[in-house]
């Protein structure tokens, strides 16, 4: 018999040629449905297995969009009953309760779901060890229940903070003891941990013109003063920081692969970089966010080894490389600060969950991470090619730029619009006058990973975009 509740068929169009996620699509019909009052409360949804047969999709997928609408306080599990629509629902926002996120404003949404054509930041989904990392993610869980109950070193697990000395011997030639690594959450907390221990508040910072966003931000909010300063060819004008700001007391640069033009600095540029933090006491920040994924021959050795690393302070994490759902990353101090940077990180930012750690220690132990990478670098060099042909016949001018591509746009066309219109449409480009703090000196044009692009989605994301720039 068939429950009168349950609506014999939903009208849910899924569209596998567009660019938003099938999941995506799913969850917005059915959120729709339930606020226009089409599911009426107390309505029962179809079981995950129906609509999945329905629909042609995996079951997982619709678990996924059920989860999300009962995070929303849209619907409710009833066990037995099924996924029922909640008989009342949360409130519609007044236009004078605005949403608490405004600083969110400027990072890549959808959260905590899979990337979006374009999204930078992000490795490719697809070709992630999911089963692998499951099996060595189930054996840390149970390693760590077993473990003791004390507090945890907040520097790290001492055989994740031993396996990334090794692994940075190897692959970024930096020679460093364990104690000088600290575990983090990420680039964040580790910049953070960096910021307070160098006491930057109120003091002059030299930061790559265009530069990284977040990292502006986070100078901003640690109240230091900011000085730009230019980035050409081969990296950070070094002669145009002395001139503007000698007195300067820290520089965060992205010497490996300049973020976002993809530039290394040059052998000239960081001999003269080393020696200015040398002579003038200063610190260098390292940013090492794509590591040695370097798609142009190898990686350039960090500025943190050889011959004045005493001057800098090295961040690194596995968010690029493996997931950023992981994370977990990691900070390299210099011996005359690291027990500094340890003080801080004991008692406000500890190292994070010690199950990841584990997970993340046998992941390098057993040699799966640089394969992993090696792989990485085959594949992102293949669609970054891929995705420079497809965009220049839309985009002609289009130039490589780390693992993705910068793609001029006509003057009169405002970047910051494009990107607008194309998050509304699926895809995540990123504007490059954004990342510039002298905004009247901003160039114009769109910032696009390709980590993300496939032979299913290449053509559609990149004619998607090719006609929201024509329209303007």
């Given at each position: 018999m068939t429950d009168p509740n349950t609506p014999a068929a939903l009208s849910i169009q899924v569209d596998p040629a567009t660019a938003v996620p099938i999941g995506d699509q799913i969850h917005a019909s059915l959120r729709q449905a339930i606020v226009e009052g089409r599911l009426l409360p107390g309505q029962r949804l179809p079981s995950g297995r129906d609509?999945?047969?329905?629909?042609?999709?995996?079951?997982?997928?619709?678990?996924?969009?059920?989860?999300?609408?009962?995070?929303?306080?849209?619907?409710f599990g009833a066990g037995s009953a099924g996924t029922r629509v909640c008989a009342r629902l949360p409130p519609s926002q007044a236009d004078d309760e605005a949403p608490l996120d405004g600083p969110l404003a400027g990072f890549t949404r959808p959260y905590s779901s899979a990337p979006l054509p374009f999204q930078m930041g992000v490795p490719a989904h697809d070709a992630f060890p999911a089963k692998l990392w499951a099996r060595m993610r189930a054996r840390a869980a149970r390693a760590d229940a077993n473990a003791y109950t004390a507090y945890a070193d907040p520097r790290g697990e001492s055989a994740l903070r031993?396996?990334?000395?090794?692994?940075?011997?190897?692959?970024?030639?930096?020679?460093?003891?364990?104690?000088?690594?600290?575990?983090?959450?990420?680039?964040?907390?580790?910049?953070?941990?960096?910021?307070?221990?160098?006491?930057?508040?109120?003091?002059?910072?030299?930061?790559?013109?265009?530069g990284y966003p977040l990292g502006r931000r986070a100078l901003e909010l640690m109240g230091a003063a900011i000085e730009p300063v230019p980035v050409d060819a081969e990296g950070l004008r070094v002669e145009d920081g002395i001139a503007s700001a000698p007195d300067a007391v820290l520089a965060l640069v992205t010497p490996g692969q300049h973020a976002p033009l993809g530039v290394t600095l040059s052998p000239a540029r960081r001999h003269a970089l080393l020696d200015w933090a040398a002579t003038t006491g200063a610190w260098i920040i390292e940013d090492d966010y794509l590591g040695e994924l370097q798609l142009d021959g190898r990686a350039a050795p960090?500025?943190?080894?050889?011959?004045?690393?005493?001057?800098?302070?090295?961040?690194?994490?596995?968010?690029?490389?493996?997931?950023?759902?992981?994370?977990?990353?990691?900070?390299?101090?210099?011996?005359?600060?690291?027990?500094?940077?340890?003080?801080?990180?004991?008692?406000?930012?500890?190292?994070?969950?010690?199950?990841?750690?584990?997970?993340?220690?046998?992941?390098?132990?057993?040699?799966?991470?640089?394969?992993?990478?090696?792989?990485?670098?085959?594949?992102?060099?293949?669609?970054?090619?891929?995705?420079?042909?497809?965009?220049?016949?839309?985009?002609?001018?289009?130039?490589?730029?780390?693992?993705?591509?910068?793609?001029?746009?006509?003057?009169?066309?405002?970047?910051?619009?494009?990107?607008?219109?194309?998050?509304?449409?699926?895809?995540?480009?990123?504007?490059?006058?954004?990342w510039y703090l002298r905004r009247r000196h901003a160039q114009r044009g769109l910032l696009l990973s390709a980590t993300n692009l496939r032979l299913d989605n290449v053509e559609a994301a990149c004619a998607t975009l090719g006609r929201i720039v024509a329209s303007r």
């Open positions: 609509l999945a047969a329905q629909l042609g999709v995996a079951r997982g997928t619709i678990r996924v969009a059920y989860d999300r609408l009962i995070a929303e306080n849209l619907v031993a396996q990334i000395a090794s692994h940075l011997a190897v692959s970024r030639q930096m020679h460093c003891h364990p104690d000088q690594i600290i575990v983090t959450s990420g680039y964040r907390q580790g910049l953070m941990l960096a910021l307070m221990a160098l006491r930057a508040h109120g003091r002059k910072v030299w930061l790559e013109e265009p960090a500025l943190a080894a050889g011959e004045g690393s005493k001057r800098v302070i090295h961040i690194g994490a596995f968010s690029k490389t493996i997931s950023p759902a992981l994370g977990l990353g990691f900070v390299v101090a210099p011996r005359s600060v690291a027990e500094r940077l340890v003080e801080v990180c004991a008692v406000l930012a500890p190292a994070p969950n010690r199950t990841t750690q584990l997970a993340i220690t046998e992941f390098l132990a057993d040699g799966h991470y640089l394969r992993h990478l090696r792989q990485m670098k085959a594949l992102y060099a293949d669609r970054r090619s891929l995705a420079l042909a497809r965009l220049n016949e839309v985009l002609p001018g289009t130039m490589t730029a780390g693992l993705g591509v910068i793609a001029p746009l006509p003057p009169t066309v405002d970047d910051c619009t494009v990107v607008g219109i194309a998050r509304a449409r699926g895809l995540a480009p990123s504007a490059l006058s954004a």
